[in-house]
T-cell receptor, first 114, second 115 residues
């Protein structure tokens, strides 16, 4: 089955630790995205990548880093510099063939930092 | 600047009743418009999309939406809701920014269904 996988579903970390969230897709999509979701705020774009080895900052990139070494993978690192990292993180992908905007989402990772 | 407004934070409807969720956008050109649905603790699923052409678009699960340029709106409708429609619904607008396309999402409308 084609789709987007995010692991783990729940993640717990202590303050001051970096943590990496995994996102893998087997849809052969060119573009991948990371969003953060907080209650009442909708989705906010963290980073996105349209081709391998290239990525752009979204609206709230501070305290986050990404890499895109393979087309299928777009891991997100939440660094200790992120002031309020507890949130629900969603990964998405899209293809030029169906239009960049038509994004398909993974099931999400809920990160709790204490 | 591009923006999307969903004026209703929470809507409650009875099972079998009709539904309309509102979405207004602010964008200089004809936008690409989307509705997504999210069940609790899950990712988002695309319900329907509007790129051009017929302003009434049909989606999955019996939903439809109508693009009204004069009102800058893209409201989501369903003639008869089912208990399984309880979820959060997000309207989104596609933005082209120097060749980098991305979506801007509204803050969502939470739908509760009562028996």
């Amino acid at each position: 089955d084609g789709g987007i996988t995010q692991s783990p579903k729940y993640l717990f970390r202590k303050e001051g630790q970096n943590v990496t969230l995994s996102c893998e897709q087997n849809l052969n999509h060119d573009a991948m995205y990371w969003y953060r979701q907080d209650p009442g705020q909708g989705l906010r774009l963290i980073y996105y990548s349209q081709i391998v080895n290239d990525f752009q900052k979204g609206d709230i990139a501070e305290g986050y880093s990404v890499s895109r070494e393979k087309k299928e993978s777009f891991p997100l690192t939440v660094t200790s510099a992120q002031k309020n990292p507890t949130a629900f993180y969603l990964c998405a992908s899209s293809s030029l063939g169906t239009g960049w905007y038509e994004q398909y989402f993974g099931p999400g990772t809920r990160l709790t930092v204490t | 600047a591009q923006s999307v407004t969903q004026p209703d934070i929470h809507i409650t409807v009875s099972e079998g009743a009709s539904l309309e969720l509102r979405c207004n956008y602010s964008y200089g050109a004809t936008p690409y418009l989307f509705w997504y649905v999210q069940s609790p603790g899950q990712g988002l699923q695309l319900l329907l999309k509007y790129f051009s052409g017929d302003t009434l678009v049909q989606g999955i699960k019996g939903f439809e939406a109508e693009f009204k340029r004069s009102q800058s709106s893209f409201n989501l409708r369903k003639p008869s809701v089912h208990w399984s429609d309880a979820a959060e619904y997000f309207c989104a607008v596609g933005l082209t920014n120097f060749g980098n396309e991305k979506l801007t999402f509204g803050t969502g409308t939470r739908l509760t269904i009562i028996p």
